[in-house]
């Protein structure tokens, strides 16, 4: 089945530690995309990439950073700069990000929790 | 930027019953998508719809994009309907990669 994979289901995190959330697609999809959801709220947008070896901000980088070495891979890391991070980690993808009528596929999301 | 609202925030119903779930926004949109997230935090796309109505078995949806709303109906609901129920939309002429989304309406439907 075709789909978006996010491991692990939940994480844990010690302070000052970096922690890296997996997202996996086998849509053939080029574009792909991280959300932060904090309860009672929308999604947020942390980064999203178009292309591999290409990725923009979205309007809450700060303490995250990502990677696109392959087309099906967008590792989220959590540094220790990033001093709120507890909340669910959504990955969502789309055909290319280039058109404004493409839909969004979402993962099953993370949960990430401070020990 | 665009302010997308959704309302109402909670509603419980019995099942059975019919419901509306509302999206007001605050510009010219040019993609809006409905979204539903389970209990177990799963988001399934039931919509894409900038415009006029779509029907999916139970559900169907409208948008009149000249007034800047969309409206979700849930009819003869289900246990499994219950999650939290998402409005996202893109800015017509803004960038093609930005969807924003509401804060989204919570739905209980009881046995």
């Known amino acids: 089945d075709g789909g978006i994979t996010q491991s692990p289901k939940y994480l844990f995190r010690k302070e000052g530690q970096n922690v890296t959330l997996s997202c996996e697609q086998n849509?053939?999809?080029?574009?792909m995309y991280w959300y932060r959801q904090d309860p009672g709220q929308g999604l947020r947008l942390i980064y999203y990439?178009?292309?591999?070896?290409?990725?923009q901000k979205g309007d809450i980088a700060e303490g995250y950073s990502v990677s696109r070495e392959k087309k099906e891979s967008f590792p989220l890391t959590v540094t220790s700069a990033q001093k709120n991070p507890t909340a669910f980690y959504l990955c969502?993808?789309?055909?290319?990000?280039?058109?404004?009528?493409?839909?969004?596929?979402f993962g099953s999301g993370t949960q990430l929790s401070v020990l | 930027g665009i302010q997308v609202e959704q309302s109402p925030p909670d509603l419980i119903l019995q099942e059975g019953a019919n419901s509306t779930l509302r999206c007001n926004f605050s510009?010219?949109?040019?993609?809006l998508q409905w979204f539903h997230q389970n209990p177990w935090g799963q988001l399934i796309n039931l919509f894409y719809?900038?415009?006029g109505t779509k029907q999916n078995g139970r559900l169907s949806a409208t948008t009149v994009a000249t007034e800047r709303y969309s409206l979700l109906y849930i009819s003869s609901s289900q246990t499994t309907d219950s999650g939290v129920y998402f409005c996202?939309?893109?800015?017509?002429?803004?960038?093609?990669?930005?969807?924003?989304f509401g804060k989204g309406t919570l739905l209980t439907v009881n046995p």
């Open positions: 510009d010219s949109v040019n993609n």
């Open positions: 719809i900038p415009s």
């Open positions: 996202a939309v893109k800015i017509r002429g803004g960038s093609n990669y930005k969807l924003t």
């Open positions: 849509l053939n999809h080029d574009a």
């Open positions: 969502a993808s789309s055909i290319d990000g280039q058109s404004y009528n493409e839909k969004l596929f």
């Open positions: 990439s178009q292309i591999v070896n290409d990725f």
